[in-house]
């Protein structure tokens, strides 16, 4: 968030067992003063559904409301949730960005507001959404709309303007009382100049610096990291010789937003030429960056990529760039005021859409390269990078879909996204992204070739990608006329790699249609195309497992598990992690089909260690559900009904539960016959309730304990598939229904 490090997505994470759920990032400073503004903002939180702290920019409200959220996170036993609104820049993501920081994993076709209102109903939280101004009327309409249907939350916001609506509480800040101001500049000064510290010496040169700097935090850390090169004399001289230059600010603005500039643009001034142009080149990165791509797209003839490291250490010492260390390794981030000056100088230069373009190239690079890493021992460490750069991922696609001249880009980075959207659990997301770039390139035929993008599959890829996308929403009417078009387009033009794909797709929709004949035949038909080829990715994996599940519901669960052993063999080869994920749910479902509960629950937790950690959402709760049967059968009645639970609880953020497929819904429906009866009508319910009422990661957590909630199966009775009796005594074949055609498989057909 602006101003507070953060060591990456799970930095501050408390959501582990036995501490209060949320996201708030780690202290890597020290809070100073605000002891008296902390008390009465906890007491306005008490008393007001809704407070906003107020201020001008850098003034501290963020990190005054983020420590006021720490010490109040005991009260909400669901959590404390940081949404960083700053780096939102389209309105319509918004409540992307809410769902996500809440961790409200949900790839159906619903709104993301309808998430947060259905799986937050009966939660007690606190929503902190921090830097919401320049989308002042979306937050508004959204906190209004949440707070109207969600009892239990309350809401900290922070902005240099009230939301504006019924209730609000504001808490205007001010900036730091001269104590405190002292205190802050000593201890960030200390840092860039070991051994500094208040002294009678120098104690009246340091109180007059931050007399005049109105005792503005972030003023006072731009200050601190000026130590390096100069002495507090030489900056309360440079200081007095600027202020009347740096004021830039009209006479009606308040007086404090004209010290910042000034603060701001004295840390420009003292900067060399070089630093300035990178300062101002740098703020096309939205979030965090790395150094290669910094030197990348910052790089140019007046400044060479070999000397990018060079000045931008300069920047960091100087507090204008911050370093944190994320998943993906070390990253640098810009303060969001920082940012906005720096976006001002770049503007004024008129290089604004040039670097927009470099940075559209660096990350469609990047995008590229990972797609081709996805299916390789490197897999886990591309869904970390892509969680990393997911604020500039959505930047470059803002620019490539709304402003490029080409929307050919934007096709090509929503399609390459693939694995992002549906390998690591943005499904919803993708879709947005996928549909706008469509729509754009059928109102704006592209111009001519444009290199990488150029390629006239781009448009077919992200077609497909499109339906699938659907397919997996359960929104079956879209997903047919996409994959169709894209079908007969590819036939037509004699694309085969995208004829492959929909074929596959297509299958994938008979599939949980329980045209299980034709889904067969439309997977094979798929992979053979892609077998002609001479290609294999994911999207093989994954059919050959959609095949082998078809395979098994058509009456032959015995060539099925070889296909899904031969999928997972092939994954293991390749380091594919997430596709095996699908592989183990396949081998687990044939194993409990023969009467195997124990390889079948072996199986099935170590595929949903992986799902979950990918968060595949689709994949974890068919996971979920599974081992639910496989519970029961071991006498876990109890245990099965909470685990019902919580899958009942997330299956809306899927899509229809089990796909509305009573092949999927078999074990579903057994296991809940069976928990009913041996627990009882009142006892199954209430451990329904329990499962519904847990986080998915305590739920996640709690399943992939073999035995964990309940009496561990006896040693003497192995766990069974299901009986003719019901009661897993005995092992027979799966009951697979009939098969026949279904009025979809008609129509797909035709």
């Known amino acids: 968030m602006r ?7 799970s930095a501050g994470d408390s959501s582990r067992p036995g501490r209060t759920p949320g996201n708030l990032p780690v202290e890597l400073t020290t809070f100073h003063g605000r002891d008296g503004d902390l008390d009465r903002l ?5 008393r007001s559904r809704l407070v906003t702290v107020t201020g001008t920019g850098g003034v501290g409200k963020s990190r005054l409301a983020v420590q006021g959220a720490r010490q109040l996170q005991e009260r909400f036993c669901d959590g404390v949730w940081l949404v960083d609104a700053a780096t939102v820049r389209d309105p319509r993501l918004l409540e992307h960005s809410v769902v996500a920081a809440l961790r409200l994993a949900d790839n159906s076709g619903r709104a993301p507001r309808t998430t947060l209102l259905e799986q937050l109903a009966h939660r007690r939280l606190l929503l902190v959404l921090d830097g919401f101004e320049h989308l002042v009327e979306e937050s508004a309409q959204l906190v209004r709309t949440l707070l109207g249907r969600l009892p239990g939350l309350r809401v900290l916001a922070t902005g240099r303007r009230p939301l504006g609506i019924a209730g609000e509480q504001l808490f205007p800040l001010a ?7 002292a205190g802050l500049f000593a201890d960030r000064a200390g840092a860039v100049q070991p051994g500094f510290a208040l002294t009678p010496d120098n104690r009246a040169q340091v109180a007059d610096l931050c007399r005049r700097l109105d005792g503005i935090p972030l003023a006072l850390e731009l200050a601190a990291g000026r130590l390096r090169t100069l002495s507090l004399p030489q900056m309360l001289e440079r200081l007095d010789d600027r202020f009347a230059l740096l004021t830039g600010g009209t006479r009606d603005a308040p007086a404090h937003h004209q010290t910042l500039r000034t603060a701001v643009g004295w ?3 003292l900067c060399s030429p070089r630093e300035r142009l990178l300062w101002a080149r740098l703020s096309v990165f939205a979030g965090a960056f790395d150094l290669e791509a910094a030197e990348y797209v910052c790089s140019g003839p007046e400044l060479p990529a070999d000397q990018v490291l060079d000045v931008l250490a300069q920047l960091l010492a100087q507090s204008v760039v911050t370093r944190e260390d994320a998943p993906s390794g070390v990253r640098y981030r810009m303060l969001d005021t920082v940012r906005a000056y720096g976006a001002y100088w770049l503007a004024a230069t008129g290089q604004t859409r040039r670097l927009r373009e470099r940075h559209r190239d660096w990350y469609t690079g990047l995008v590229t390269w990972c797609e081709l890493e996805w299916l390789s021992p490197r897999q886990e460490a591309v869904a970390l990078r892509i969680t990393d750069e997911f604020a500039n991922l959505r930047a470059a696609l803002e620019f490539a879909v709304d402003e490029d001249e080409d929307p050919r880009h934007g096709l090509y980075l929503a399609g390459t996204l693939w694995f992002c959207w549906v390998g690591c659990g943005r499904i919803r997301e993708g879709r947005h992204w996928l549909e706008r770039a469509l729509e754009r390139e059928a109102h704006e035929p592209p111009p001519g070739a444009v290199g990488a993008a150029g390629d006239g599959g781009v448009r077919l890829r992200a077609l497909g990608l499109a339906g699938y996308a659907a397919v997996l929403q359960g929104d079956t009417v879209a997903a047919l006329a996409a994959l169709h078009e894209c079908r007969e387009e590819a ?3 004699g694309d085969d790699r995208a004829a492959a794909y929909s074929l596959l797709r297509l299958g994938s929709l008979a599939l949980i249609s329980d045209d299980v004949r034709r889904a067969e035949e439309l997977l094979g038909s798929g992979l053979a195309r892609y077998e002609e080829l001479g290609e294999l990715n994911s999207h093989v994996l994954i059919g050959r497992v959609e095949l082998a599940l078809a395979v098994a519901f058509g009456g032959d669960p ?6 899904c052993e031969a999928v997972r063999r092939e994954c293991v080869e390749h380091g594919e992690l997430w596709a095996r994920a699908y592989a183990l749910y396949g081998l687990g479902f044939m194993a409990w089909s023969r009467g195997d509960a124990v390889r079948a629950g072996e199986l099935l937790r170590e595929g949903l260690a992986i799902s979950a950690g990918f968060q595949d959402l689709v994949a974890t709760v068919l996971t979920l559900e599974l081992l639910a049967r496989v519970a029961v059968g071991e006498g876990r009645a109890r245990e099965a009904a909470v685990l019902q639970g919580a899958a009942q609880r997330l299956w809306p953020s899927v899509g229809m539960p089990l796909f509305g497929s009573r092949y999927f819904d078999l074990p ?7 928990a009913r009866e041996a627990l009882g009508e009142p006892a199954y319910l209430e451990a329904l309730r329990e499962g519904a009422a847990l986080d998915p990661e305590v739920v996640v957590e709690r399943a992939l304990r073999p035995g964990d909630g309940g ?3 006896a040693p003497a009775r192995r766990a069974q598939g299901p009986s003719p009796a019901g009661d897993g005594a005995s092992p027979r074949p799966y009951p697979f229904p009939d098969t026949g055609e279904t009025g979809y498989g008609r129509g797909l057909a035709s």
């Open 558 to 563: 015995a060539r099925a598990a070889e296909l």
């Open 175 to 181: 900036p730091l009382a001269a104590p405190d101001a």
């Open 491 to 493: 036939e037509r033009t």
């Open 42 to 46: 906890r007491q306005c939180v008490s």
């Open 668 to 674: 579903h429906r057994e296991c809940e016959r069976l």
């Open 711 to 713: 009496p561990a199966p």
């Open 267 to 269: 840390s420009h001034e």
């Open 3 to 9: 101003g507070i490090e953060s060591t990456g997505p």
